[in-house]
């Protein structure tokens, strides 16, 4: 596609629900990223994957949090047991890997707005 | 990585040049400097980056001194469109990945009519 495409764009869960959050990234990136920005707030790193590699989850604030990404293409940010405090905009964004000394921007999607009540 | 230190919050008058500073007095040799902004309700946008040549490019330019401790992010015809929280960010790039980048507050531009 022509850009980062997150589903769904709007969330309400219950506090204990599992919520799913997906993200579609550029056809032939082979980085991708979730952030997550509550209100007003900067951006919060979460997890990122990068080709074949195993991910980098020093971001996830949890272990109710859980991210993975099929077939080096899509991925899914999973959150278990809803908390208010998950209330946020999930962001993923997506990039070509770089060599040395090369860098591409990343592009961001729309973002995800989940409401825990 | 190193931190960065922006303002919080400048104003510009619509048509006049935006000059947004960003500190970064402990940026080591290999760590370039990336600029993004983020409008209202969307996902942040990339815009220039740079390592310690000044930069141009059709969005922005980007200076940065020879120290390379600060920069400076120019919009030349500064626009309605481009107020936007403004993020200076600065990382290595690691051979073949790029791990993800730090965002800090930003600063909150409002072009002015």
């Known amino acids: 596609g022509a850009g980062v495409s997150q589903s769904p764009s709007n969330k309400v869960t219950e506090k204990g629900k599992d919520v799913e959050l997906r993200c579609d990234p550029i056809?032939?990136?082979?980085?991708l990223y979730w952030y997550r920005q509550s209100l007003g707030q900067g951006l919060e790193f979460l997890i990122y994957f990068q080709g074949n590699s195993a991910p980098d989850k020093s971001g996830l604030p949890s272990d109710r949090f859980s991210a993975e990404r099929t077939g080096g293409s899509v991925s899914t940010l999973t959150i278990q047991r809803t908390q208010q405090e998950d209330s946020a905009v999930y962001l993923c964004?997506?990039?070509?890997?770089?060599?040395?000394?090369?860098?591409?921007?990343?592009?961001f999607g729309s973002g995800t707005r989940l409401t825990v009540v | 990585d190193a931190k960065t230190t922006q303002p919080p919050s400048m104003d510009c008058a619509e048509g006049r040049a935006a000059n947004l500073p960003c500190n970064h007095s402990t940026i080591s040799g290999n760590e370039y400097v990336y600029w993004y902004r983020q409008i209202h309700s969307q996902g942040p946008q990339y815009i220039i980056h740079?390592?310690?040549n000044n930069e141009t490019n059709e969005m922005a330019s980007l200076i940065i001194t020879e120290d390379r401790k600060s920069s400076t992010l120019i919009l030349p015809h500064a626009t309605l469109r481009d107020t936007a929280v403004y993020y200076c960010i600065v990382r290595v790039v690691l051979g073949g990945s790029q791990g993800n980048l730090i965002f800090g507050k930003g600063t909150k531009l409002s072009v002015k009519p």
């Open positions: 056809s032939g990136h082979t980085a």
């Open positions: 740079g390592l310690k």
């Open positions: 964004a997506s990039s070509l890997a770089s060599g040395a000394g090369a860098f591409y921007g990343y592009t």
